[in-house]
T-cell receptor, first 116, second 115 residues
Framework: AQSVTQPDIHITVSEGASLELRCNYS??????LFWYVQSPGQGLQLLLK??????LVQGIKGFEAEFKRSQSSFNLRKPSVHWSDAAEYFCAVGASNSNSGYALNFGKGTSLLVTP | GAGVSQTPSNKVTEKGKYVELRCDPI?????LYWYRQSLGQGPEFLIYFQGTGAADDSGLPNDRFFAVRPEGSVSTLKIQRTERGDSAVYLC?????????????FGPGTRLTVT
């Protein structure tokens, strides 16, 4: 069965500092991997996704993530955080074939606080 | 263009009552998903529709939960005999087609509170 672990429940960074949010997954084959952001009162917004190919993927809002098969990880990074990045971040895994269903399996999320 | 809309945005009901939550997907999206997000948790899958049919309802917690999509567009999630444990944010998402290769666009959710 697929599972996603986000080890950090809360992270606090200073504005302008770099950010890395951790995500580990468990899946039998190469999964489809996603990072979503959820701001208060807003729906989930897709930041980036990895299906195959280049293991470093670029997303919106200056975010990037790196797929490391050997570590079963898909960590999200940003070189310089802005106050508007404060939100809840979710890592998700999806099956790469229809036999395993179509739903996304989400981690519990990491809450990002940005201080001045 | 218009995104996924969900109504109501908030619903407070008494234990034992029946509720309906509505999802209006993006026009042209054939796939529709319902997820439930409890406090402090990530969204959990409930049911997936491809067109009018429920292609995967493995996430529905019990037979009090039911969902329909009669014309392949709007979907309604129905909860009978609500319990306090049903309190959560119910999220709807739609995508162009089924399969996780297609981006799922999420609505803002319906916050259900069972008192």
């Amino acid at each position: 069965a697929q599972s996603v672990t986000q080890p950090d429940i809360h992270i606090t960074v200073s504005e302008g500092a770099s950010l890395e949010l951790r995500c580990n997954y468990s899946y039998g084959a190469t999964p489809y991997l996603f990072w979503y952001v959820q701001s208060p009162g807003q729906g989930l917004q897709l930041l980036l996704k990895y299906f195959s190919g280049d293991t470093l993927v670029q997303g919106i809002k200056g975010f990037e993530a790196e797929f490391k098969r050997s570590q079963s990880s898909f960590n999200l990074r940003k070189p310089s955080v802005h106050w508007s990045d404060a939100a809840e971040y979710f890592c998700a895994v999806g099956a790469s074939n229809s036999n395993s269903g179509y739903a996304l399996n989400f981690g519990k999320g990491t809450s990002l606080l940005v201080t001045p | 263009g218009a995104g996924v809309s969900q109504t109501p945005s908030n619903k407070v009901t008494e234990k034992g009552k029946y509720v309906e939550l509505r999802c209006d997907p993006i026009s042209g999206h054939t796939a529709l998903y319902w997820y439930r997000q409890s406090l402090g948790q990530g969204p959990e899958f409930l049911i997936y529709f491809q067109g009018t049919g429920a292609a995967d309802d493995s996430g529905l917690p019990n037979d009090r939960f039911f969902a329909v999509r009669p014309e392949g567009s709007v979907s309604t999630l129905k909860i009978q005999r609500t319990e306090r444990g049903d309190s959560a944010v119910y999220l709807c998402a739609s995508s162009l087609a089924g399969g996780t290769a297609y981006e799922q666009y999420f609505g803002p959710g319906t916050r259900l509170t069972v008192t």
